[in-house]
């Protein structure tokens, strides 16, 4: 079935680091791919998406760029800041049996001051 | 416009029991999907409703089980509690259920079940 593989956190970084948090999946067709953030005590919310191929999504300095051809989506940053601290969520949506959206482990990053 | 409202926050409960959950959903949406959050298993899907009509489920057992009613509003109950049903249950809404509505998240309600 469909699936997605992100690397595995801890991610430790001091302030103004830059930041890259690996994903890749597995699907059939071309999935929507996103990456949600969780912070402390709270819901999931969308950082950024895309649809197609080659679409980069951005969001509050945050990017990554759905790549086909490796199958990847990887997030980064140019320039962490403590408040990014929080759990990354890579995810796409699967329309194997009904659309649903499928997580991966989530990658936990703590920016240290 | 007010975000995914889950009730209640937390939740203490007993093996054998059983609990309902509440989630109200964006104004708009007709969408709603429940996973459970838990540190093994990260998010699992549990079901997903839309107009009032299962449209999608988990690989959960049957005491899970959900409802929409006719404002969108969703509710998921689990019976006969079992220790390892203790999670966060988080509720989601999207516009429509399709291949690019991304999820709207309410903050969950934690179970726990002693």
């Known amino acids: 079935g469909d699936s997605v593989t992100q690397m595995e956190g801890p991610v430790t970084l001091s302030e103004e680091a830059f930041l890259t948090i690996n994903c890749t999946y597995t699907?059939?067709?071309?999935?929507?791919l996103f990456w949600y953030v969780q912070y402390p005590g709270e819901g999931l919310q969308l950082l950024l998406k895309?649809?197609?191929?080659?679409d980069k999504g951005s969001n509050k300095g945050f990017e990554a760029t759905y790549r086909k051809e490796t199958t990847s989506f990887h997030l980064e940053k140019g320039s962490v800041q403590v408040s990014d601290s929080a759990v990354y969520f890579c995810?796409?949506?699967?329309?194997?049996?009904?659309?649903?959206?499928?997580f991966g482990a989530g990658t936990r990053l703590f920016v240290k001051a | 416009k007010a975000g995914v409202t889950q009730t209640p926050r937390y939740l203490i409960k007993t093996r054998g029991q059983q609990v309902t959950l509440s989630c109200s959903p964006i104004?708009?949406?007709?969408?709603v999907s429940w996973y459970q959050q838990t540190p093994g298993q990260g998010l699992q899907f549990l079901f997903e409703?839309?107009?009032?009509?299962?449209?999608n489920k988990g690989n959960f057992p049957g005491r899970f089980s959900g409802r929409q009613f006719s404002n969108s509003r969703s509710e998921m109950n689990v019976s006969t509690l079992e220790l390892g049903d203790s999670a966060l249950y988080l509720c989601?809404?999207?516009?429509?259920?399709?291949?690019?509505?991304?999820?709207?998240f309410g903050n969950g309600t934690r179970l726990t079940v002693t």
């Open positions: 409703y839309f107009s009032e009509t299962q449209r």
């Open positions: 699907a059939t067709g071309y999935p929507s």
């Open positions: 989601a809404s999207s516009l429509e259920t399709a291949g690019n509505s991304p999820l709207h």
């Open positions: 104004s708009g949406h007709r969408s």
């Open positions: 895309a649809t197609k191929a080659d």
């Open positions: 995810a796409l949506i699967s329309n194997t049996g009904g659309f649903k959206t499928i």
